[in-house]
């Protein structure tokens, strides 16, 4: 970021006596920065997409996959495979994904900690905490815990998630052995 001073002189001699003004102007050499969101933008912008990751998760684990469709953007990206998972395109191909995965088993998804970060009025990122509990047929357990990185992207009407990568810290071993057979 340059600065740039401009001198308003008040009628001869008055830079000597003190009563020249000087505005300090802020001209910014880069054009992403002149673009970023004012801050009442961004506090909307977090808030709205807090609203979409607690939907997204209450779709999940309640299997209503109409709700988890407008969640995210028709082509969004889901990327599973730090947790045993595939890399899915488009918002059909990943409710099918989870349909097929999951979606016997009961679930239990909480988002913690969110750091979100609002690039310009239509798009952001953020990285969430995760911790979730699956419990499959046959009474079997997986505990986890982990990180979603998402970006997300303001459609003219409202947040969606655009892109979302699922990375594990850790799963319980004990049921983690009884899931894979270990």
Do not use: C
Request: no cysteine.
């Amino acid at each position: 970021m340059t600065y740039t001073r401009r001198a308003f002189l008040i009628g001869t001699g008055a830079a000597a006596l003190g009563l020249a003004g000087a505005r300090a102007t802020r001209v910014s050499a880069d054009p992403v920065a002149a673009a970023a969101p004012d801050a009442a933008t961004v506090v909307a912008a977090v808030s709205a997409i807090k609203q979409v990751k607690a939907r997204y998760f209450r779709a999940v684990d309640t299997k209503d996959w109409e709700l988890l469709k407008q969640q995210v953007t028709p082509d969004v990206v889901i990327d599973t495979t730090g947790s045993a998972g595939i890399i899915t395109t488009g918002a059909d191909a990943f409710i099918a994904y989870l349909q097929a995965t999951i979606g016997p088993a009961r679930t239990v998804h909480h988002g913690h900690m969110p750091e979100i970060e609002v690039q310009s009025p239509t798009t952001a990122t953020g990285v969430w905490a995760l911790q979730d509990l699956l419990i499959f047929p046959g009474n079997i357990r997986v505990v986890g815990f982990g990180h979603y990185h998402e970006t997300y992207a303001f459609d003219g009407e409202r947040w969606r998630i655009k892109s979302s990568k699922l990375t594990r810290l850790y799963l319980d071993p004990l049921t983690e052995g009884k899931l894979f057979g270990m």
